[in-house]
């Protein structure tokens, strides 16, 4: 494989890589498959024929989840800035290889799905607005947003919603079989019904487990019809960025699922846990494993923001190892 600039960028993001399975290939799993880098491979050169910093987007960093096991409350914290530095590293490192470096746009899902996932507009607005100040605080400025009220702005949220399901989304029943066909789709559709039984589980009392999952497992092709929707619509207002994704992705695909943070659940975000420094580095895990450790809470500016665990016995080491590597 060369040592051109393309790929040298490829192959920083690659050593990031969310994989949905373990790659027969085993340069797959190091990150240097040329069948992987050649669908990327356009992009990145087209950007450096016209000398102008790479573009990423990412769908990413909706709202936090609603459920109280996993996170802090309904504000960005020290998970979101952890992962706002490393995209902003990123984009700085490449620089490394590309002096113009990089620049990524996070296009904000909250408002998607807001109404399906439990989680209120104006939280999500809310979630939203501090994002952007986190951003100015850090100084991220290679990190720039974008949201449903971008595409369609001055309409009310339903409608925005509305719109967006009518010009970019497939039906339902088209979801629901290639989620039945596809192994990668099966993936993706574990992996979200997951999140909403978790979440929808935490909030519900006297209701039986299966009645949950039945109601979730009806929600998470709705999920994923309008999170698909909100790619397409992504992928037609930014056709020439390269794509990456907070979910795990299969090899050769089109989109570069990458981990802003370490931890040892291929499928958490930061707006599904919390940052936990145990000492040796800070990692991504849910607030009742934080909690289960003997964690301590840190305040910020007089808000919730991590826990903390430096000092955890020999005897406790080995569980964080587990929960959180």
């Not at 340069?27 to 790479?54: D, M, N, W, Y």
């Not at 509305?162 to 574990?190: D, H, K, N, W």
Request: one cysteine or more; a negative charge; glycine letters at 6%.
């Amino acid at each position: 494989m060369s040592g051109s600039p393309a790929d040298d960028i490829l192959r920083l993001v690659f050593s990031f890589r969310r994989l949905a399975h373990t790659p027969a290939d085993s340069s797959c799993a190091a990150g240097t498959c040329e069948e992987c880098f050649a669908l990327h491979r356009p992009k990145v050169e087209h950007f450096i024929e016209q000398g102008v910093p790479i573009h990423f987007v990412i769908p990413a960093f909706p709202a936090k989840s609603p459920n109280p096991e996993k996170v802090l409350g309904t504000l960005p914290d020290m998970a979101e800035r952890v992962s706002l530095e490393f995209l902003q590293e990123l984009c700085d490192y490449t620089r490394h290889y590309y002096e113009p470096g990089a620049r990524i746009t996070i296009c904000s899902d909250g408002h998607v799905f807001s109404d399906l996932v439990g989680v209120p507009d104006e939280i999500v607005h809310a979630y939203g607005a501090e994002l952007d100040l986190l951003l100015g605080a850090i100084g991220a400025d290679a990190i720039n947003t974008y949201g449903l009220e971008d595409a369609f702005p001055g309409f009310p949220y339903d409608e925005q919603r509305a719109m967006l399901t009518s010009q970019y989304a497939v039906p339902v029943e088209e979801v629901r079989a290639r989620a039945l066909e596809v192994p990668a789709a099966r993936s993706i559709f574990g992996g979200i019904h997951r999140f909403l039984f978790e979440d929808r589980m935490a909030l519900s009392t006297g209701r039986s487990r299966n009645s949950v999952r039945e109601e979730t497992k009806s929600l998470a092709y709705q999920v994923i019809q309008r999170s698909d929707a909100w790619s397409n619509l992504v992928e037609d207002f930014f056709p020439e960025a390269l794509r990456l994704s907070i979910h795990p992705q299969v090899s050769h695909s089109s989109k570069i699922g990458i981990h802003m943070m370490r931890t040892k659940d291929n499928w958490m975000t930061p707006w599904h846990g919390v940052a936990l420094d145990d000492g040796e580095g800070v990692r991504l895990v849910k607030r009742h494993e934080a909690e289960e450790l003997g964690a301590t809470l840190v305040m910020r500016g007089g808000r919730v923001s991590h826990y903390i665990a430096p000092d955890v016995s020999s005897s406790l080491k080995p569980l964080i190892e587990e929960v959180a590597s």
